[in-house]
């Protein structure tokens, strides 16, 4: 695997730079180096008490672990504040079955690179999961600032229900009274976090 933008002298591993990943879009700079080069290093600076295995086992877990922070950090690829503050301003009060054109607009507002999106409300779990988001129990008697549902599809409702938190209201295409807009004792929720592990 291969990573740039970075210098192996200068690695700090406390700024939220972004390690770019081999599909990455950025074109590779002359600091580009592979884990490999940067354990070789490591290896040389070792003193003879640790077992080779013992410190190849130790830097890939370091390295390991500052690659999840920062894609936990970085894969939040656009501003939280500007999707909410989107959602705020809508003004509606009753639905006009726009709730995935409407978040989408708010996360593309906000910097989301969307790209191809499904129609229907409810497939929009793995679009989410690109732009930042991971799936976690839902937190409906604890919503954070961005948190989003999906009510999957059910017999009465074909393409499902989509809606972010402002941080005090659940809105859609319309500001909700609440989460619960179908009162379907079918309805099964899917609910996505920024960056949640």
Aim: net charge positive.
């Amino acid at each position: 695997m291969i990573y740039s933008d970075y210098s192996i002298q200068d690695l700090d591993y406390t700024t939220t730079r972004v390690a770019h990943y081999s599909n990455a879009t950025t074109p590779m700079t002359k600091n580009a180096f592979s884990i490999d080069d940067y354990i070789q290093k490591q290896l040389a600076k070792k003193k003879a008490k640790n077992s080779l295995s013992d410190t190849y086992s130790n830097i890939y877990k370091h390295l390991n672990d500052v690659i999840i922070k920062q894609t936990d950090q970085m894969n939040q690829l656009f501003d939280l504040t500007k999707f909410t503050d989107r959602l705020k301003h809508i003004s509606a009060r009753v639905s006009s079955a726009r709730c995935a054109r409407s978040i989408r607009t708010a996360l593309e507002n906000a910097g989301a690179q969307i790209g191809e999106h499904p129609v229907a409300a409810s497939d929009w779990g793995q679009t989410l999961e690109k732009i930042g988001y991971k799936k976690i129990d839902p937190a409906f008697d604890q919503p954070v600032e961005g948190d989003i549902y999906i009510i999957q599809r059910t017999r009465r409702h074909t393409y499902g229900h989509i809606a972010g938190y402002t941080g005090t209201q659940w809105v859609s295409d319309y500001k909700q009274p609440s989460y619960d807009v179908y009162h379907d004792p079918e309805a099964t929720y899917a609910y996505y976090r920024v960056g949640s592990s």
